[in-house]
């Protein structure tokens, strides 16, 4: 258990002092990976690979500055690969997270650590969402810095909790240490079609955002799409007011009823590579938003209404059947409309993924997060808010909990030149 | 014996008193023309000419072009054919048994204010170097037969290269200045999403410049090139055309592939790096890795049909474009999806980017095209220069030649084809 390779890496951690941020920026630095699972085409795969064998960041093969030196996995189901990878890279795979991070040593032995609580077998929440241990993680390594006297970097893939208060409860536990702490998912770092930003302190009318899959897990990234855009509002984000689901052909009726745009959503359909039915039928282009196509194609649809505390409305559509990808349209005050979709490359190179590790790798060089943590909390928070709401008969539930205030990263940072 | 006729042709079309080629007449929505020797679905005039009848997403809106698709000739009809239920689901749009009806719409005149020319797929067959015979040149002659015969000309789209022939293409392009119709042509590359989002900045110095895609002589060949050549265009002193080509495969790629520099006889192989980084969809080189930048060895053991073109223009700048080509029915084979460009500039700064192909059924990186053409329709006017698409058709066509001489450099007096690009960029961004 305690290679050589660890034996060095305690070493080095201690001829390092205790700082990491002090470092200078062109030593290597070393950092854990703590998972859940390492399979093929897991999270930790995709991530966890570009930090070993390198990435394609602005027209080169990227090789991070960066040394995976320990890792923690929580299941091994088949197919896992860590045993391999930590053969080949020479990292060691350690029984509990206070080890990983300690590299088996009796001190905090990494300069960042990396948390991808994704993928694995997990009980499900009465509301459907997947108990991935992202709080428990997290709260394990705090314990370690607090034991060891010395914090480090934190990067948490996707939400930070499918509950609210454990969202909340890692946030304010960062502050507390004063760690940087980076989270949340790749579609606000991923390219973009066409590559259009909000313009910092711009005056929203609505938002409007499409997404497709299941819920917790797609519904989560489209929601973080939809802030990483909203957020960058004149006063910036101010947190959430309250939040209704709506499913079935209600969705629709509230179109009638004005509670959302099918302006908007046209505009952000215009945007999709992916449009199902007659397009899948004989590859014609469509106008899904107003040929009444929408109906036939979208069995389950739901409306995800969030109302924020300035007055802001914005809503997720989930249309399974309707398109495969994500897109987004606001209209801002006296001014265009602006639609993107935020474009997952696809299968098995998945190079949204390396924006994201671009992101991470950026937080752990310099020791600082190149945007806001607080955008993963408050979208995490009004999830689990809205799933509440269909949990409790699709009421509209007021939220002053999540006054959660935040003011965007001047740079947006998608997309990778 | 072709040139004489040629230029024969010529002459004849210039001394013709034709109307001048001008905008339509913008009272009414112009009236367009389809020929196409199939319409069935993924095929190039179905995404073309659907998106003319139905619409297409542009800049945040169901754009619907400002003009009719009022007849269509379809030289091959087969079970998978969707011309008729196009027909009959948009009864403007007639469907004629010949080029000339479709034109006249049945009657003695032109009856169009613009042509589209799409020949490609279908059954045609193929020669001893690979090219497939599609019939651009022969639809394009009856096409300018009605010009001819109603002292009128129109605005004509060509489909991808001219012609797999090179003589052709010439007297395509020379038939449409001497008529003086407006003559817009080339692959949807060009002006398809870039990732990232960027041009060449205009009169930057090149100094040399790597493309590459998963190979197919001719028919993908033209898409690659014409790619490159919509970026190398715009370098100091604009394009100066060809003078030499050489092709070379098997064990001369192989050796190109590991030369280490242009003057070993290869390439700067940080371009080629640059390409492949610039890939959504590079194969996975090594079992379990899902995202891993393929070895020499690697593109050797997927792409074992890998061939190369390296061009030298007249101005100095070197061009390679290496095809990375699995053998056929090689199960898990190939290297790369995308096609991609790098370039190393005189300062050394190196400029890259992939050209973003939508991946999925709606093939939207027509619609940038399909705005073009409209542009071309209602400007009378190619939106940008053509004189690119005869450069690339003649480069292809060069490259293919070489390939099947023995991999022979050959010197290309015929290509020193001289034009400025537009300044604005043309790709899509917005």
Known sequence: ?417 | MRLDRRQLLVAFATAMPLLPCRAHDSSRRPRIAAVTPVYYKYSHSQHIVDRFLDGYGWEGRHHRPAMDVVSLYVEQVGANDLSRERAQRHPQMKIYPTIAEALTCGTNKLAVDGVLLIGEHGRFPVNEKGQQLYPRYEYFQQIVQVFRDSDRVAPVFNDKHLSWNWNYAREMYDTAAAMGFGLMAGSSLPVTWRQPSIDLPMGADVEEIVGIWSGGIDGGDIHVIEAMQAIVERRRGGETGVRAVEAMRGERFWSALAAGSWDQGGWDPTLLEACLSRSNQLNPARPTYSHILPTNDDIRRLAPESYAYRFEYLDGTRASIVQLQAAKKQEGGGIVGDCSVAARLKNGELFSLMFYLPYYSTRNFFSPQVHHMESLFLTGKSPYPVERTLLTTGMTAAGIESLFQGEKRLDTPHLAIVYQPTRESTFWRS
């Not at chain 1, 050589?4 to 002090?22: D, E, K, N, V």
């Not at chain 1, 969705?251 to 908007?264: D, F, I, K």
């Not at chain 1, 109302?307 to 059947?321: A, K, P, Q, V």
Request: hydrophobic share 35%.
């Open chain 1, 1 to 417: 258990m305690h290679s050589r390779r660890s034996f060095i890496g305690t070493l080095t951690a201690a001829a390092l002092g205790p700082a990491s941020s002090r470092a200078e920026p062109t030593e290597r630095k070393r950092i854990a990976i703590i998972t859940t699972v390492w399979t093929y085409q897991s999270h930790a795969q995709h991530m966890g690979d570009r930090f070993l064998i390198g990435y394609p960041r602005n027209g080169r093969w990227h090789k991070p500055p960066l040394d995976v030196v320990a890792l923690y996995v929580d299941q091994r189901p088949e197919g896992d690969l860590s045993g391999q990878r930590a053969r080949d890279h020479r990292f060691t795979v350690y029984p509990t997270i206070a080890e990983t991070l300690r590299c088996g040593g009796s001190r905090l032995a990494v300069d960042g650590v990396v948390i991808i609580g994704e993928h694995g077998n997990y009980p499900r929440t009465r509301k459907n969402q997947i108990q991935y241990p992202r709080f428990e993680f997290f709260q394990q390594c705090v314990k370690v810095f607090e034991q060891d006297g010395r914090c480090v970097p934190i990067f948490n893939d996707k939400h930070l909790s499918y509950d609210a208060g454990k969202a909340r409860k890692m946030v304010a536990e960062s502050k507390r240490l004063g760690f940087p702490f980076l989270a949340g998912s790749s579609l606000p770092v991923t390219w973009r079609l066409p590559p259009v930003d909000i313009p910092l302190d711009a005056e929203f009318e609505d938002a409007l955002m499409v997404g497709v899959g299941g819920s917790d897990a797609m519904d989560y990234h489209a929601l973080e799409a939809m802030q990483c855009m909203v957020e960058r509002r004149r006063g910036g984000e101010t947190g959430i007011k309250s939040v209704q689901i709506i499913d079935g052909d209600e969705v629709w009726m509230a179109a009638e009823q004005g509670r959302w745009s099918r302006r908007l959503l046209e505009a952000a359909l215009s945007r999709s590579d992916t449009l199902q039915g007659d397009t899948q039928l004989d590859s014609r282009p469509q106008d899904l938003a107003n040929n009444g196509q929408l109906p036939r194609l979208v069995p389950n649809p739901s409306a995800y209404f969030i109302e924020r505390n300035d007055g802001l409305r914005t809503t997720l559509l989930m249309l399974n059947g309707a398109v495969q990808d994500y897109t987004f349209a606001a209209q801002l005050k006296g001014g265009p409309i602006i639609s993107t979709q935020f474009f997952l490359p696809p299968q098995p190179n998945v190079t949204y993924s390396a924006c994201l590790v671009s992101a991470i790798e950026e937080m752990i060089v310099s020791g600082k997060a190149p945007y806001p943590v607080e955008r993963t909390e408050i979208v995490s928070a009004l999830l689990d808010r809205c799933l509440d709401s269909r949990a409790e008969n699709y009421r509209r539930i007021e939220t002053p909990d999540l006054d959660i205030r935040y003011l965007a990263a001047k740079e947006s940072r998608f997309g990778l030149r």
